[in-house]
């Protein structure tokens, strides 16, 4: 007795089983060409051909419908020869990595094995559409259905999450509404008592998010003890049970566990040696900071990131690390920077100027192509070229400007754009 074969063993099976003389018949193979990434095995099972089975022209035709529905492939055709009958495939160059927005659900790679069981051709990345994402969506309901919540999703294309703008195919809970909900503190000493719980009912009724939630709460908490002081506060965070559920709405519950640590006063703060940005660079722009506009070491950190970014280096970061003096109560700093590739400069446009204004501003662009992109010159531009231009301040006065940028992260250049919209005017 044969059991569990697999689906890559179908053609051996048919191939080698013995059959009753009045049955024989000869076989037709099924082969794929023109997607060496999948398995036969993966592309049999997305195409929906049964174990066992002998498709006749219909089915076969059925099986490639099914395939080309999935969105993976841009084209699928069906052929046949000698030795059986082949789908040539082509796959789609448009796919993007999958994004949960609210979703109670852990992402990570116990969900993404189950995804790809279910469907195969799912390795991380999905199409702008197609079967795979609308059977995707009905996975996910099911699975809170498993949890008691009663929920549509729905996928969409969507672009700018993060600070490189990517792309994604983005699953989102329509309804109900998925909230924060009740947070229960453990480890509050009684002088932050009444601080951590004013934080707390602050973030309950936010709107719930599948991977900030967790590190935006633990944040929340890090920050209010920091400002106080306690520079080696341990914050855990983690979802609680069980879900506070209605047609309406599910609030998620939360547990925060916070180890204060003891209070210290903040020391210095070292840079590496030898990096591309001088420490005097940084303090210039720490300069410019209104007073007591934040705690100075995150002031200091964020110029760090500013000059950097002044000197193309885009995907610069930077991490805290902290030394504890226990005897002084003193916490030093070094910081390492991370620079990443430089990007330089490639062009600008001027959306919505007409092109006498558009002539103007070009002339007042002083950043020439493959220059080291100073992304800092963007914030200052405008302003900068209305000095020397009457009638460019005359016209810039009705109409509202904002900018933007594109960094290819491939090659390390940035196209730049700025767009220009007719000002409200005042009604009388």
């Known amino acids: 007795m044969i059991k569990n074969i697999g689906v890559a063993g179908l053609t051996l099976l048919l191939s080698t089983a013995p059959m009753p003389a009045q049955k024989r018949a000869p076989l037709q193979l099924i082969r794929f060409q023109g997607a060496p990434q999948y398995s036969q095995e993966e592309l049999l099972a997305a195409g929906g051909f049964k174990q066992g089975g002998r498709p006749n022209a219909a089915e076969l035709k059925a099986r490639a419908k099914q395939l080309s529905d999935t969105g993976f492939f841009k084209e699928v055709k069906l052929s046949a020869d000698s030795k059986g009958d082949r789908y040539t495939l082509v796959p789609s160059n448009q796919l993007f990595p999958m994004h949960l927005e609210n979703l109670p659900l852990l992402p990570g790679k116990e969900l993404d094995a189950a995804l790809h069981q279910r469907f195969p051709l799912y390795r991380g990345q999905l ?206 700093y070094s910081l390492e920077v991370v620079p990443g590739p430089q990007y330089r400069f490639t062009s600008v446009t001027f959306d919505g100027a007409p092109e006498a204004m558009a002539s103007k501003l070009r002339s007042a662009w002083k950043m020439a192509s493959a220059d080291v992109f100073d992304e800092s010159y963007l914030s200052t531009f405008l302003s900068q070229a209305q000095k020397k231009d009457k009638l460019l301040t005359k016209w810039m006065q009705t109409m509202v400007a904002t900018y933007d940028f594109k960094a290819d992260s491939e090659t390390h250049q940035v196209n730049c754009v700025f767009h220009f919209a007719k000002a409200l005017q005042p009604s009388h």
């Open 127 to 332: 199409p702008s559409s197609g079967s795979v994402d609308d059977g995707i969506c009905k996975m996910f309901e099911e699975m809170l259905a498993g949890k008691g919540i009663k929920a549509t999703v729905k996928a969409a294309l969507t672009s700018g999450l993060g600070p490189q703008k990517i792309t994604v195919i983005n699953f989102s809970v329509i309804s109900p509404a998925i909230h924060i909900g009740r947070i229960q503190l453990s480890g509050t000493s009684p002088a932050m008592e009444a601080k951590a719980s004013l934080i707390a009912s602050g973030q309950m009724g936010n709107n719930f998010d599948t991977e900030n939630s967790v590190p935006g709460l633990r944040h929340a908490f890090e920050d209010l003890y920091h400002d106080q002081g306690y520079a080696a506060v341990k914050v855990d965070v983690s979802p609680a049970s069980p879900f506070a559920i209605t047609d309406q709405s599910v609030d998620i519950p939360y547990l925060v566990r916070i180890n204060e640590g003891a209070i210290y006063k903040l020391g210095a703060i070292d840079l590496p040696l030898g990096m591309p940005v001088a420490r005097a660079d940084v303090e210039k722009l720490l300069s410019k900071y209104p007073p007591n506009s934040g705690r100075p070491l995150d002031l200091f950190t964020l110029a760090v990131r500013d000059a950097y970014h002044a000197r193309g280096y885009l995907e610069s970061s930077v991490v805290q690390h902290p030394a504890f003096n226990e005897s002084t109560r003193v916490v030093n």
